[in-house]
Protein backbone atom coordinates (compact mmCIF):
# COMPACT_ATOMS: atom_id res chain seq x y z
CA UNK A 1 0.00 0.00 0.00
CA UNK A 2 1.63 3.20 -1.23
CA UNK A 3 0.00 6.81 -0.25
CA UNK A 4 -0.71 8.48 2.82
CA UNK A 5 -4.26 7.40 4.82
CA UNK A 6 -5.82 10.22 6.88
CA UNK A 7 -8.70 9.64 8.75
CA UNK A 8 -9.15 5.90 9.26
CA UNK A 9 -8.26 3.85 11.54
CA UNK A 10 -7.15 0.30 11.42
CA UNK A 11 -9.50 -2.58 12.46
CA UNK A 12 -7.39 -5.70 14.01
CA UNK A 13 -7.58 -7.75 10.76
CA UNK A 14 -5.58 -4.70 8.89
CA UNK A 15 -8.90 -3.36 7.03
CA UNK A 16 -8.97 0.41 7.24
CA UNK A 17 -12.57 1.22 8.55
CA UNK A 18 -13.63 4.65 8.12
CA UNK A 19 -13.66 7.45 10.54
CA UNK A 20 -16.11 10.36 10.49
CA UNK A 21 -14.25 12.25 8.20
CA UNK A 22 -14.46 9.29 5.86
CA UNK A 23 -18.22 7.94 6.63
CA UNK A 24 -20.81 8.00 3.32
CA UNK A 25 -23.41 10.75 4.72
CA UNK A 26 -26.61 10.39 4.04
CA UNK A 27 -28.33 12.96 1.62
CA UNK A 28 -31.88 13.19 2.86
CA UNK A 29 -32.43 14.40 6.40
CA UNK A 30 -33.88 11.51 8.36
CA UNK A 31 -37.16 12.81 9.63
CA UNK A 32 -39.33 9.49 10.24
CA UNK A 33 -40.06 7.89 13.45
CA UNK A 34 -37.51 4.59 12.37
CA UNK A 35 -34.20 4.27 10.40
CA UNK A 36 -32.46 1.25 9.59
CA UNK A 37 -28.59 2.15 10.16
CA UNK A 38 -26.23 0.81 8.23
CA UNK A 39 -22.21 0.48 9.08
CA UNK A 40 -19.98 3.01 7.68
CA UNK A 41 -22.39 5.74 7.29
CA UNK A 42 -23.41 9.09 8.85
CA UNK A 43 -26.63 10.79 9.72
CA UNK A 44 -28.60 13.74 10.48
CA UNK A 45 -31.45 12.89 12.71
CA UNK A 46 -34.67 15.47 12.72
CA UNK A 47 -36.51 14.71 15.86
CA UNK A 48 -38.32 18.02 15.61
CA UNK A 49 -42.05 16.41 15.16
CA UNK A 50 -41.74 13.00 16.88
CA UNK A 51 -38.98 10.58 18.51
CA UNK A 52 -36.67 7.90 16.07
CA UNK A 53 -35.65 4.86 16.88
CA UNK A 54 -32.59 3.97 15.06
CA UNK A 55 -32.24 0.06 14.48
CA UNK A 56 -28.47 -0.90 14.33
CA UNK A 57 -27.36 -3.82 12.19
CA UNK A 58 -28.00 -7.33 13.24
CA UNK A 59 -24.19 -7.92 12.83
CA UNK A 60 -21.07 -6.38 12.94
CA UNK A 61 -17.62 -6.76 12.17
CA UNK A 62 -14.63 -5.04 14.48
CA UNK A 63 -14.01 -0.83 13.96
CA UNK A 64 -17.86 -0.82 12.25
CA UNK A 65 -18.72 2.73 12.62
CA UNK A 66 -21.89 4.84 12.71
CA UNK A 67 -22.24 8.75 13.26
CA UNK A 68 -25.80 10.31 14.22
CA UNK A 69 -25.85 13.82 14.26
CA UNK A 70 -28.99 16.14 15.77
CA UNK A 71 -30.31 18.28 13.02
CA UNK A 72 -32.47 20.18 14.68
CA UNK A 73 -31.28 20.34 18.56
CA UNK A 74 -34.95 18.60 19.02
CA UNK A 75 -33.13 15.69 20.77
CA UNK A 76 -33.71 16.67 23.89
CA UNK A 77 -37.46 17.31 23.26
CA UNK A 78 -38.28 14.29 21.22
CA UNK A 79 -35.30 11.67 22.05
CA UNK A 80 -33.38 9.43 19.42
CA UNK A 81 -33.25 5.91 20.61
CA UNK A 82 -31.18 2.80 20.13
CA UNK A 83 -32.11 -0.38 19.03
CA UNK A 84 -28.99 -2.70 19.15
CA UNK A 85 -30.73 -5.39 17.40
CA UNK A 86 -29.77 -8.41 18.82
CA UNK A 87 -26.05 -6.60 19.65
CA UNK A 88 -24.67 -5.46 23.05
CA UNK A 89 -24.25 -1.54 23.67
CA UNK A 90 -21.67 -0.84 26.06
CA UNK A 91 -22.17 -3.94 27.40
CA UNK A 92 -25.40 -4.48 27.94
CA UNK A 93 -27.58 -6.41 25.80
CA UNK A 94 -30.41 -5.34 23.41
CA UNK A 95 -33.40 -5.97 26.63
CA UNK A 96 -31.95 -2.61 28.06
CA UNK A 97 -33.13 0.92 26.71
CA UNK A 98 -30.65 3.27 24.71
CA UNK A 99 -31.65 7.13 24.57
CA UNK A 100 -29.86 10.80 24.24
CA UNK A 101 -32.04 13.39 25.14
CA UNK A 102 -29.52 16.46 25.06
CA UNK A 103 -30.14 19.33 22.20
CA UNK A 104 -27.40 19.26 19.91
CA UNK A 105 -25.92 16.15 20.41
CA UNK A 106 -23.65 14.11 18.28
CA UNK A 107 -22.77 10.18 18.73
CA UNK A 108 -20.57 8.73 17.36
CA UNK A 109 -20.34 4.22 17.89
CA UNK A 110 -17.80 2.14 16.77
CA UNK A 111 -18.11 -1.88 17.12
CA UNK A 112 -15.98 -3.34 19.67
CA UNK A 113 -17.03 -7.05 20.01
CA UNK A 114 -19.17 -9.84 21.36
CA UNK A 115 -18.45 -8.51 24.64
CA UNK A 116 -18.93 -4.66 24.99
CA UNK A 117 -20.89 -4.76 21.67
CA UNK A 118 -21.20 -0.68 20.05
CA UNK A 119 -19.02 1.67 21.74
CA UNK A 120 -19.63 5.38 21.71
CA UNK A 121 -16.01 7.34 21.39
CA UNK A 122 -17.19 10.50 21.01
CA UNK A 123 -20.33 11.57 22.40
CA UNK A 124 -20.74 14.93 22.86
CA UNK A 125 -23.37 18.44 22.81
CA UNK A 126 -21.93 21.01 20.41
CA UNK A 127 -23.27 24.49 21.52
CA UNK A 128 -25.00 26.85 19.50
CA UNK A 129 -22.63 28.89 17.57
CA UNK A 130 -25.28 31.74 15.73
CA UNK A 131 -28.72 32.95 17.05
CA UNK A 132 -30.63 35.78 16.18
CA UNK A 133 -29.80 39.35 16.85
CA UNK A 134 -31.99 40.60 19.39
CA UNK A 135 -35.54 42.69 18.74
CA UNK A 136 -34.53 45.87 19.66
CA UNK A 137 -38.06 47.59 18.40
CA UNK A 138 -41.48 47.61 17.81
CA UNK A 139 -44.49 48.99 15.16
CA UNK A 140 -48.29 49.67 15.88
CA UNK A 141 -49.89 50.31 12.79
CA UNK A 142 -53.43 50.18 11.36
CA UNK A 143 -56.98 50.02 12.88
CA UNK A 144 -59.59 52.59 12.94
CA UNK A 145 -60.32 55.62 15.27
CA UNK A 146 -63.74 57.48 14.16
CA UNK A 147 -62.61 55.79 10.13
CA UNK A 148 -60.37 53.58 9.11
CA UNK A 149 -56.20 54.46 9.44
CA UNK A 150 -53.34 53.35 8.00
CA UNK A 151 -50.61 55.43 10.55
CA UNK A 152 -48.29 53.96 12.23
CA UNK A 153 -46.07 54.71 15.79
CA UNK A 154 -42.73 53.02 16.46
CA UNK A 155 -41.48 51.98 19.73
CA UNK A 156 -37.80 52.49 20.37
CA UNK A 157 -35.48 49.63 22.83
CA UNK A 158 -37.04 52.07 25.57
CA UNK A 159 -40.71 51.53 25.04
CA UNK A 160 -41.20 55.10 24.00
CA UNK A 161 -43.92 55.17 21.68
CA UNK A 162 -43.13 57.59 18.67
CA UNK A 163 -45.61 60.12 17.16
CA UNK A 164 -47.73 58.75 14.36
CA UNK A 165 -46.99 58.64 10.87
CA UNK A 166 -49.62 58.61 8.29
CA UNK A 167 -49.96 56.66 5.18
CA UNK A 168 -48.82 53.61 5.09
CA UNK A 169 -50.68 51.43 2.81
CA UNK A 170 -54.55 50.52 2.51
CA UNK A 171 -56.25 51.79 5.55
CA UNK A 172 -58.08 48.88 7.66
CA UNK A 173 -58.86 47.90 10.73
CA UNK A 174 -58.98 43.75 11.90
CA UNK A 175 -55.14 43.71 11.00
CA UNK A 176 -52.40 40.81 12.30
CA UNK A 177 -48.60 41.32 12.09
CA UNK A 178 -45.92 39.68 12.97
CA UNK A 179 -41.58 39.94 13.16
CA UNK A 180 -39.91 37.84 10.40
CA UNK A 181 -36.40 37.43 8.86
CA UNK A 182 -35.22 38.40 12.91
CA UNK A 183 -34.78 42.36 12.24
CA UNK A 184 -38.51 43.24 10.17
CA UNK A 185 -42.17 42.72 10.24
CA UNK A 186 -45.11 42.17 8.37
CA UNK A 187 -48.89 43.46 8.41
CA UNK A 188 -51.44 41.70 6.70
CA UNK A 189 -55.27 40.57 5.96
CA UNK A 190 -58.00 43.34 7.57
CA UNK A 191 -61.65 44.98 6.92
CA UNK A 192 -62.07 47.72 4.56
CA UNK A 193 -65.84 48.19 4.47
CA UNK A 194 -67.73 46.48 2.88
CA UNK A 195 -64.72 43.95 2.14
CA UNK A 196 -62.26 41.90 3.83
CA UNK A 197 -58.61 41.53 2.54
CA UNK A 198 -55.55 39.43 1.62
CA UNK A 199 -53.35 42.23 1.16
CA UNK A 200 -50.01 42.89 3.10
CA UNK A 201 -47.26 45.52 4.05
CA UNK A 202 -43.61 44.60 4.51
CA UNK A 203 -41.22 46.83 7.09
CA UNK A 204 -38.01 46.95 6.60
CA UNK A 205 -35.55 46.94 9.58
CA UNK A 206 -35.74 51.14 10.00
CA UNK A 207 -39.65 50.39 10.60
CA UNK A 208 -40.57 51.96 7.04
CA UNK A 209 -43.44 50.53 5.95
CA UNK A 210 -43.95 49.32 2.11
CA UNK A 211 -46.81 49.62 -0.31
CA UNK A 212 -49.62 46.89 -0.62
CA UNK A 213 -48.99 43.31 -1.86
CA UNK A 214 -51.84 41.68 -2.77
CA UNK A 215 -53.08 37.94 -3.39
CA UNK A 216 -51.54 36.59 0.23
CA UNK A 217 -54.45 33.79 0.73
CA UNK A 218 -57.79 34.20 1.52
CA UNK A 219 -59.12 37.63 2.63
CA UNK A 220 -60.05 38.08 5.75
CA UNK A 221 -60.43 39.78 9.42
CA UNK A 222 -59.23 39.52 12.65
CA UNK A 223 -56.31 36.53 12.35
CA UNK A 224 -53.12 36.81 14.26
CA UNK A 225 -49.54 36.49 13.05
CA UNK A 226 -46.65 35.21 14.88
CA UNK A 227 -42.90 34.56 14.09
CA UNK A 228 -41.78 30.70 14.76
CA UNK A 229 -38.87 28.77 14.23
CA UNK A 230 -35.24 29.22 13.72
CA UNK A 231 -34.49 31.02 10.57
CA UNK A 232 -37.02 33.73 10.98
CA UNK A 233 -40.17 32.60 9.41
CA UNK A 234 -43.70 33.87 10.65
CA UNK A 235 -47.29 33.02 9.81
CA UNK A 236 -50.77 34.11 10.08
CA UNK A 237 -53.85 31.82 11.31
CA UNK A 238 -57.47 31.46 11.72
CA UNK A 239 -59.53 34.88 11.17
CA UNK A 240 -62.89 35.61 9.63
CA UNK A 241 -63.99 35.51 6.01
CA UNK A 242 -67.24 34.46 5.32
CA UNK A 243 -67.24 32.65 8.86
CA UNK A 244 -64.67 32.19 11.12
CA UNK A 245 -61.33 29.70 9.83
CA UNK A 246 -58.52 27.91 11.21
CA UNK A 247 -56.67 28.21 7.78
CA UNK A 248 -52.88 29.31 8.47
CA UNK A 249 -50.36 30.90 6.04
CA UNK A 250 -46.86 30.41 7.08
CA UNK A 251 -44.66 33.42 5.80
CA UNK A 252 -40.98 32.96 5.04
CA UNK A 253 -37.57 34.74 6.20
CA UNK A 254 -37.73 36.51 3.41
CA UNK A 255 -41.63 38.06 3.39
CA UNK A 256 -42.86 35.67 1.09
CA UNK A 257 -46.92 34.57 2.45
CA UNK A 258 -47.84 31.37 1.46
CA UNK A 259 -51.24 29.76 0.33
CA UNK A 260 -53.75 28.51 2.91
CA UNK A 261 -53.19 25.58 4.66
CA UNK A 262 -56.81 24.36 6.47
CA UNK A 263 -57.71 22.60 9.29
CA UNK A 264 -55.64 23.78 11.96
CA UNK A 265 -57.99 24.01 15.16
CA UNK A 266 -60.72 25.54 16.41
CA UNK A 267 -62.39 27.66 13.57
CA UNK A 268 -62.37 31.61 15.64
CA UNK A 269 -60.98 35.08 15.17
CA UNK A 270 -60.33 38.23 17.45
CA UNK A 271 -57.48 35.78 19.01
CA UNK A 272 -53.99 36.61 19.47
CA UNK A 273 -50.47 34.94 19.63
CA UNK A 274 -46.95 35.35 21.03
CA UNK A 275 -43.50 33.40 20.84
CA UNK A 276 -42.12 31.29 23.27
CA UNK A 277 -39.16 28.50 24.28
CA UNK A 278 -36.83 28.64 21.18
CA UNK A 279 -38.78 28.67 17.57
CA UNK A 280 -42.07 28.11 19.48
CA UNK A 281 -45.29 29.76 19.54
CA UNK A 282 -49.14 29.66 20.79
CA UNK A 283 -52.40 31.08 19.45
CA UNK A 284 -54.82 32.00 22.09
CA UNK A 285 -58.48 33.13 23.15
CA UNK A 286 -60.90 34.51 20.68
CA UNK A 287 -64.51 34.40 19.41
CA UNK A 288 -65.63 30.80 17.94
CA UNK A 289 -68.97 30.21 15.83
CA UNK A 290 -72.05 31.28 17.38
CA UNK A 291 -69.80 34.49 19.08
CA UNK A 292 -69.09 31.80 21.47
CA UNK A 293 -65.64 33.59 23.38
CA UNK A 294 -63.03 31.27 24.06
CA UNK A 295 -60.19 30.19 26.08
CA UNK A 296 -58.22 27.27 23.90
CA UNK A 297 -54.71 27.54 22.73
CA UNK A 298 -52.57 26.01 19.67
CA UNK A 299 -49.43 25.18 20.34
CA UNK A 300 -46.71 26.00 16.89
CA UNK A 301 -43.87 23.74 16.82
CA UNK A 302 -40.15 24.91 14.90
CA UNK A 303 -41.50 23.78 11.49
CA UNK A 304 -44.62 25.97 11.82
CA UNK A 305 -47.09 22.52 12.69
CA UNK A 306 -50.27 23.69 14.76
CA UNK A 307 -51.17 21.19 17.81
CA UNK A 308 -54.78 20.85 18.10
CA UNK A 309 -56.76 22.25 21.14
CA UNK A 310 -55.81 22.71 24.97
CA UNK A 311 -58.68 23.68 27.17
CA UNK A 312 -59.08 25.58 29.50
CA UNK A 313 -56.27 28.11 30.54
CA UNK A 314 -57.86 31.49 31.79
CA UNK A 315 -60.79 33.73 31.51
CA UNK A 316 -62.76 32.82 28.06
CA UNK A 317 -62.22 36.27 26.11
CA UNK A 318 -61.67 37.74 23.03
CA UNK A 319 -60.13 41.01 21.30
CA UNK A 320 -57.08 39.69 23.38
CA UNK A 321 -53.18 40.56 22.94
CA UNK A 322 -50.36 38.79 22.80
CA UNK A 323 -46.45 39.30 23.36
CA UNK A 324 -42.95 37.49 24.00
CA UNK A 325 -41.13 38.84 26.85
CA UNK A 326 -37.99 37.19 28.57
CA UNK A 327 -35.79 35.23 26.71
CA UNK A 328 -38.71 32.83 26.13
CA UNK A 329 -41.41 33.53 27.80
CA UNK A 330 -44.91 34.93 26.69
CA UNK A 331 -47.93 37.22 28.29
CA UNK A 332 -51.56 37.02 27.16
CA UNK A 333 -53.37 40.17 28.77
CA UNK A 334 -56.52 42.20 28.19
CA UNK A 335 -59.35 41.50 26.61
CA UNK A 336 -63.56 41.48 26.26
CA UNK A 337 -66.44 38.95 27.12
CA UNK A 338 -69.35 41.36 26.65
CA UNK A 339 -70.05 43.76 28.14
CA UNK A 340 -66.87 43.33 30.42
CA UNK A 341 -63.70 44.46 29.60
CA UNK A 342 -60.74 42.71 31.69
CA UNK A 343 -57.36 43.95 32.68
CA UNK A 344 -55.86 40.75 33.31
CA UNK A 345 -53.14 39.14 32.26
CA UNK A 346 -52.19 34.62 31.97
CA UNK A 347 -48.20 34.14 31.76
CA UNK A 348 -47.01 31.50 29.48
CA UNK A 349 -43.74 29.55 30.21
CA UNK A 350 -41.23 28.12 28.32
CA UNK A 351 -42.81 24.84 27.48
CA UNK A 352 -45.85 26.63 26.39
CA UNK A 353 -48.05 26.31 29.93
CA UNK A 354 -50.34 28.62 30.01
CA UNK A 355 -50.91 30.45 34.05
CA UNK A 356 -54.21 30.94 35.79
CA UNK A 357 -55.40 34.66 35.79
CA UNK A 358 -53.73 37.92 37.26
CA UNK A 359 -55.67 40.96 37.59
CA UNK A 360 -55.05 44.33 37.80
CA UNK A 361 -52.84 45.08 35.04
CA UNK A 362 -53.53 49.00 33.83
CA UNK A 363 -57.11 50.10 32.44
CA UNK A 364 -59.21 47.09 31.55
CA UNK A 365 -59.81 47.32 27.79
CA UNK A 366 -60.66 45.33 24.32
CA UNK A 367 -58.89 45.43 20.74
CA UNK A 368 -55.22 46.86 21.94
CA UNK A 369 -51.87 45.03 20.25
CA UNK A 370 -48.70 44.04 21.67
CA UNK A 371 -45.00 43.45 20.70
CA UNK A 372 -41.76 42.46 22.23
CA UNK A 373 -39.26 45.19 22.18
CA UNK A 374 -35.47 46.10 23.82
CA UNK A 375 -34.78 42.05 23.41
CA UNK A 376 -36.78 41.10 26.51
CA UNK A 377 -39.76 43.33 27.20
CA UNK A 378 -42.92 43.70 26.13
CA UNK A 379 -45.56 46.42 25.43
CA UNK A 380 -49.28 46.51 25.06
CA UNK A 381 -50.63 49.58 23.83
CA UNK A 382 -54.23 51.22 22.74
CA UNK A 383 -57.61 49.82 22.94
CA UNK A 384 -61.08 50.49 23.62
CA UNK A 385 -63.11 51.01 26.57
CA UNK A 386 -66.30 52.27 25.00
CA UNK A 387 -64.64 54.77 23.16
CA UNK A 388 -60.75 54.39 21.82
CA UNK A 389 -57.27 54.91 24.05
CA UNK A 390 -53.97 55.84 23.55
CA UNK A 391 -52.19 54.31 26.51
CA UNK A 392 -49.72 52.02 27.08
CA UNK A 393 -48.18 49.33 29.39
CA UNK A 394 -44.72 47.57 29.58
CA UNK A 395 -43.90 44.69 30.55
CA UNK A 396 -40.72 43.88 31.98
CA UNK A 397 -39.06 40.22 31.16
CA UNK A 398 -39.72 39.02 34.44
CA UNK A 399 -43.45 39.76 33.00
CA UNK A 400 -44.76 42.56 35.25
CA UNK A 401 -47.15 44.83 33.83
CA UNK A 402 -46.94 48.25 34.68
CA UNK A 403 -49.14 50.88 35.13
CA UNK A 404 -50.61 53.27 32.09
CA UNK A 405 -48.67 55.84 30.07
CA UNK A 406 -51.10 58.24 28.48
CA UNK A 407 -50.79 59.66 25.25
CA UNK A 408 -49.26 57.38 22.63
CA UNK A 409 -49.85 58.58 19.34
CA UNK A 410 -53.92 58.81 18.34
CA UNK A 411 -56.45 57.13 20.34
CA UNK A 412 -57.40 54.07 18.44
CA UNK A 413 -58.46 50.19 18.51
CA UNK A 414 -58.22 46.89 16.08
CA UNK A 415 -54.50 47.81 14.97
CA UNK A 416 -51.62 45.33 14.87
CA UNK A 417 -48.23 45.48 16.41
CA UNK A 418 -45.21 43.20 15.61
CA UNK A 419 -41.28 43.44 16.75
CA UNK A 420 -38.66 44.01 14.21
Not at 43 to 71: E, H, K, M, R
Not at 160 to 176: E, I, L, N, P, Q
Not at 389 to 412: E, H, T
Amino acid sequence: MSGQITSNVFRSSGVIAPTVAGLNWSSAVITGTTLSAEAANGYYINTTSNACTVTLPSSATIGDQIVLVDYARTWSTNNLIIDSNGLNFQGDPDTYTVDYSTAGQSLSIVYSDATKGWLPVSDDAVADAGFAPPTEKAIFAYGRTSTYVSMSNLVNSSGVVAADVSGVGTVRTGVAASGYGFNKAIFAYGFYSPDNLSLSNLVNSSGVVAADTTGVGTARNAPAGVSYGISGQAMFAYGYSSARTSLKNLVTNQGVVGSDVTGVGTVRHQLAAAGYGVGLAIFGYGSEESDGRSSITNKVNINGVIASDTSGVGTERTNIAAAGYGTDKAIFAYGQHYPNYFSLKNLVNNVGVVAADVTGVGTSRATPSAARYGNDKAIFAFGYTGSNVSVSNLVNNSGVVASDVSGVGSARRDLAAAEF
